[in-house]
């Protein structure tokens, strides 16, 4: 089994973290080519050995004839190797495997260090964020300059940031990103905080430290105020000033985070209880608690906000919640340890990432089942995604290039 699910509820989510964040020591089998990743090492691989698989070739449908759905692309942060998957979400096409976030090597222009840890994504217009955790960067991107004959080093800004940055989020008007430095687990005082980035510049402009371990980021629709998971509870910070207006606290080492549409309610991820908290926005309380599945990690609103679904990890399961009653009105069987979901734009269907499994299951919204799995990595076949832990997802209405 998977180590987060141990019985202890402090180290079955600091098992979970420890999957996520050491996910690039792995070795991954392709096409019957091993490769090999380090994390942290000084060393490099060179362009023709990072190659041995030609990704542009196995270009291929993935593991499901019967997976539809809208026109439009997937962008999957693959923790576990140095990359990003651009799917296709009307037929799961595997587009292209594109690295990330990897470092050129010094006096040598032609070669890079594949080490990087990308673990969240974020998306904004045609703009697409990944946490670089390994390196302490966030990579900025262009989703529609990727070409899929350049799937080593598309062009990217890479912005150093804070320590072991693991989630971040764009505010609602684009023009800021902050990112979740999660700092190191060493058991030392924590170097954890936020940094801002500004989009129009790429560079960071202000940080705000905090003296725990900031997880995920959400804002208000007006973007007047973010709210960011930790160790010691849900921090409300005023995005104007930086200041920290409160932090809300006994919500059992929460992880994922939601905001209504209308700003009036936060939705947390309450991991050791399992369970959903439900904070007035107003009051800056818990005003109810929505009984889920074992270890609740992310958490995803249909844009009407009347739906919310959760990720059940232990579970192996979706637990779908109506807002209007704060009830779960079904749950959903997803084996593999899901932790990271998106909705398709026009709220059609989920889209989840299996931890442990490496798959990537759709479900259609509407009859709450699922129209398809496949497994991330070069190929898409059986077990080709062990390793590469699909840690975050966003899905856009606009074609990637050489989707169609």
């Known amino acids: 089994m998977a180590p987060s699910e141990s019985s202890s509820s402090g180290a079955v989510w600091a098992s979970r973290r420890v999957i996520i964040a050491g996910a690039a020591a792995i070795v991954l089998a392709a096409a019957g080519t091993a490769t090999a990743l380090a994390v942290g090492h000084s060393g490099s691989h060179s362009t023709a050995s990072h190659s041995a698989v030609d990704h542009h070739a196995a ?217 959903v908290d439900v904070i007035s926005a107003a009051a800056n309380r818990v005003t109810d608690a929505i009984g889920v599945g074992q270890m609740p990690w992310q958490l995803v609103l249909s844009s009407d906000g009347s739906t919310l679904y959760v990720a059940d990890g232990d579970s192996n399961a979706i637990s779908v919640i109506s807002t209007a009653s704060d009830k779960v009105t079904a749950t959903m069987s997803d084996p593999g340890d899901p932790v990271s979901l998106a909705l398709t734009p026009d709220g059609s269907e989920l889209w989840v990432g299996g931890l442990t499994s490496g798959n990537v299951t759709v479900f259609n919204t509407s009859t709450e089942s699922s129209v398809g799995s496949f497994s991330v990595g070069y190929d898409g076949g059986p077990n080709s995604g062990d390793g590469d832990e699909p840690t975050g997802i966003v899905i856009t209405s606009t074609l990637t290039p050489g989707g169609s």
């Open 59 to 275: 270009k291929a449908r993935l593991a499901s004839s019967s997976c539809t759905g809208p026109t439009g692309a997937a962008y999957i942060a693959v923790a576990g190797y140095q990359a990003f998957d651009a799917v296709n979400t009307d037929n799961c096409y595997l587009v292209q495997q594109y690295n990330v976030g990897d470092s050129q090597v010094p006096s040598d222009p032609g070669d890079f260090n594949y080490d990087s840890t990308d673990e969240g994504v974020a998306m904004h217009g045609n703009t697409l964020y990944f946490a670089d955790t390994g390196n302490d960067t966030v990579a900025v991107i262009d989703s529609a300059a990727l070409d899929v004959d350049n799937y080593e080093n598309p062009a990217e800004t890479l912005i150093h940031v804070g320590y072991d940055p693991e989630d971040l989020a764009v505010t609602p008007d684009g023009s800021q990103v902050w990112v979740a430095d999660t700092g190191p687990e060493t058991g030392q005082p924590s170097l954890g905080g936020i940094s801002v980035i500004s989009a129009s510049s790429n560079t960071v402009t202000s940080r705000l430290s905090l003296p725990t371990d900031p997880r995920e980021i959400a804002f208000s629709p007006s973007g007047s105020t973010a709210y960011v998971t930790t160790g010691q509870g849900l921090y409300v910070i005023d995005t104007r000033t930086l200041h920290v207006v409160t932090v809300i606290g006994g919500l059992g080492n929460p992880e994922g985070v939601a905001v209504s549409p209308d700003g009036k309610t936060v939705y947390v991820t309450n991991t050791v209880e399992g369970k």
